[in-house]
């Protein structure tokens, strides 16, 4: 059973949420997300908190079960907050710039590496090494971090490419001299 489908979910001030039979519509600052829910959970709203509910008793009920509830959760967190994703770009000559809304990347290739944010999504790049990725859909949030990232990983001899802020590089020595 799971522990996190039971928790209630509050709705926070600005937020607006409708539930029309399994689709739950989250409206706020940010904008509008929509959730569809599995069939096997019932959602009700109760003034300003959000419940659900499982309708049978099968082991893919209990799985949907918490995460039918992360899903509007988030909904309900990336309409009001937000979600944001920064990345850090190392090594020489590596750098990141906006040229109006298209992300352009210097990462040691023969040719630029320019990504296009999906409506919904804004960069921002803060002295040329540090990308921020920001958006009321979380999963998007991470997507296009992920995309960003995958372009140029970081390298485990010098630690060169785009990585996550604050994520650890495990390091290799490398070649080690003639003795």
């Known amino acids: 059973m799971s522990r996190i489908g039971k928790k209630p979910i509050e709705v926070p001030q600005g937020v607006e949420v409708k539930v029309e039979g399994q689709t739950v519509t989250a409206k706020g600052p940010l904008g509008t997300e929509v959730v569809e829910v599995r069939p096997e959970i019932a959602v009700k709203l109760d003034g300003n908190t959000i419940t659900l509910t499982k309708v049978g008793t099968s082991r893919e009920t209990d ?3 918490g995460l039918s509830r992360t899903l509007v959760a988030n909904a309900v967190i990336g309409v009001k907050d937000g979600f944001v994703k920064k990345l850090e770009i190392n090594g020489v000559g590596y750098r990141a710039q906006m040229q109006g809304k298209t ?3 210097a990462l040691g290739y023969s ?3 320019d990504i296009v944010p999906p409506e919904g999504i804004t960069i ?6 540090n990308i921020t990725v920001k958006g009321a859909n ?4 991470g997507d296009i971090a992920a995309l960003i990232r995958s372009k140029r990983p970081p390298e485990v001899y010098k630690g060169k490419g785009v990585k996550y802020e604050g994520e650890y ?3 290799k020595v490398g070649k080690a001299g003639k003795k």
């Open 63 to 65: 799985a949907y079960y």
């Open 103 to 105: 992300l352009n990347m």
């Open 111 to 113: 040719h630029p590496v």
């Open 124 to 129: 921002t790049v803060e002295n040329n090494t």
């Open 138 to 141: 979380k999963q998007m949030v």
């Open 169 to 171: 590089i495990r390091r």
